[in-house]
């Protein structure tokens, strides 16, 4: 039996590209979004970058004006929080007491900052996931200088020091890897980052962060697992990211383990699918799980949820196909841009291709099992960054790759 | 169809140009998207609509 709608969960760039494909794809019943922020979708990667400069105000980051999100005509449930789903019958539970019968269900529900127990509410801790985590730490870096502790050297506590750092404050950049994003980039282009750090005039430590010291309800320093203390008066806990899963946990037909687990038609159960950073999907072309958490995989995965849906539904007489993409992340540290097409993640094997220190010109393959999965580069030239997308487009051997990689940026 | 650009949102991610090479590029020195067409023909229509659909700046606007 069909009711005739559709919701979707999550409403920011997965869940506004999941009800925009949708309704692109025909869909011409009822459209509910439900997001637990009290905000109209907006972007996530300029609050690391210029909103947090200032360079910025809040009006930058909406993804849609509120008259394309009237042209969409749906159902728009901000402030609410989706607390459970019965895949089964594929009805959801919101927290203002409504339950929802529905034909389908997108979940985009993204991941939130980690943390540490009892920190969330104390003066000077920060995380920075949302918008309304982004301006608190704003204004808290707003006036004076502060001693600010970043705990956390993945992507997004590496663009948070460089912004704090250009903003005048004294910045201690604290990890567990030895090199600035080491473990997604690999040591070559690490240590790259590393200089720039330094250069830049980052304090870099190595360590797990044990807790922070208080007095009086606010941050006084940073306690390090290996028994030392730091001084701050400002903490980021950039320390990862959980995905928002808590929701679904209990209906025992998915599997939420590390994210939404779905096939390779982004399918948790008949008529649920997931997108975005929430969903561990099957890729073929990689033969495993993915969980992928960029930008640019939000609004693809999302478009391709939708419509294997609407296939589904029987509104589309198309057919499910696989989600196949090339994934791609940037980051913005300091001039500094990283771009890197394929999968990082996961390698047992990275090579990096220093082309100009000076200019911080740099090209990196990374790979597992004899096979290339990913590139990276920084400081060339657009085309052939674009190029470099073809090297890793369908993983294949290394030293073929290698090849064509070194073609690519010139340096045979 | 009319595309617009908001140049100051472009991260130069490039996936426009996969996309729509006749309709988008970018400049050589930072990668910022170059609109090539603004009224482009028919044909490139589904393709700008994906373009502007992915850029993961939300930089394209479309019209029409
Ligand atoms: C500071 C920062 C900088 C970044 N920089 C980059 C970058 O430079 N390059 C890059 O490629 N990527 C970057 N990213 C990652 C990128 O922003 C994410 O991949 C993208 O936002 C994922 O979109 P999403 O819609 O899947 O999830 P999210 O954006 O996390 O959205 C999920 C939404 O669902 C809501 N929600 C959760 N649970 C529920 C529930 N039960 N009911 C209702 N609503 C719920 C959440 O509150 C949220 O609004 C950055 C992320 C951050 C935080
Ligand atoms: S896809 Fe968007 S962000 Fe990337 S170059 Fe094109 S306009 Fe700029």
Not at chain 1, 47 to 68: C, H, I, M, N, V
Not at chain 1, 137 to 164: D, H, Y
Not at chain 1, 382 to 410: F, K, N, S, Y
Not at chain 2, 9 to 33: N, S, T, Y
Request: glycine share 12%; with cysteine.
């Amino acid at each position: 039996m069909t009711v005739g709608r559709i919701a979707v969960v999550g409403a920011s760039a997965a869940g506004l590209a999941a009800v925009e494909a949708l309704r692109r794809g025909g869909w011409s019943g009822e459209l509910t979004l439900v997001g637990d922020e009290p905000h109209l979708p907006y972007d996530r990667p300029p609050l690391s970058k210029q909103l947090l400069s200032g360079d910025w105000e809040t009006d930058k980051l909406g993804l849609r004006t509120a008259e394309q999100l009237d042209a969409l005509n749906m159902d728009v449930r901000l402030g609410t929080k989706a607390t459970a789903l019965d895949a089964g019958t594929r009805t959801l539970t919101l927290d203002d007491g409504d339950r929802l019968a529905t034909d389908g269900v997108i979940v985009a529900t993204g991941v939130r900052a980690r943390t540490l127990p009892g920190l969330a509410r104390l003066d000077g801790v920060h995380t920075l996931r949302t918008l309304d985590d982004a301006l608190g730490l704003r204004t808290w870096l707003s006036g004076a200088p502060r001693r600010l502790v970043v705990a956390g050297n993945g992507v997004l506590g590496c663009e948070a020091a460089a912004v704090a750092r250009e903003l005048g404050h004294e910045v201690t950049l604290v990890g567990r890897d030895p090199l600035p994003m080491g473990r997604l980039v690999g040591d070559g282009v690490g240590a790259l980052l590393a200089a720039e750090h330094e250069r830049h005039g980052v304090r870099q430590l190595t360590g797990g962060l044990d807790g922070v010291e208080t007095a009086n309800g606010r941050v006084t320093g940073v306690r390090l697992a290996d028994g030392g203390t730091l001084e701050a008066d400002t903490v980021l806990l950039a320390i990862g990211s959980e995905p928002a899963v808590d929701w679904l946990r209990a209906d025992a037909a998915l599997d939420t383990a590390d994210g939404l687990r779905c096939d390779e038609y982004c399918a948790a159960a008949p008529g649920v699918y997931a997108a975005g950073d929430v969903a561990r999907w099957y890729h073929p072309g990689h033969g495993r799980h993915l969980r992928i958490e960029h930008r640019m995989n939000a609004t693809e995965q999302a478009m391709a949820a939708a419509k294997n849906l609407l296939v589904e539904l029987g509104v589309s007489q198309d057919e499910r196909r696989p989600f196949t993409p090339v994934p791609y992340f940037w980051s913005d540290q300091y001039g500094m841009k990283l771009q890197a097409y394929g999968v990082l993640a996961g390698a047992d094997r990275a090579e990096t291709v220093l082309l100009d220190k000076e200019q911080r010109q740099v090209a990196a393959l990374y790979g597992r099992d004899g096979q290339a999965t990913g590139v990276l580069a920084a400081g060339l030239p657009p085309r052939q960054i674009r190029g470099l997308r073809a090297v890793i487009a369908t993983p294949g051997p290394w030293e073929e790759a290698h090849q064509r990689l070194l073609a690519a940026v010139g340096a045979e | 169809m009319n595309i617009t650009l908001d140049v100051d949102k472009c991260c130069a991610a490039g996936q426009c140009v996969l996309v729509a090479p006749e309709v988008f590029d970018q400049r050589d020195e930072d990668g910022i998207v170059v609109l090539l067409d603004a009224q482009p023909p028919a044909e490139q229509h589904a393709a700008v609509h994906e373009a502007a659909a992915i850029c993961p700046a939300a930089a394209i606007q479309v019209d029409a």
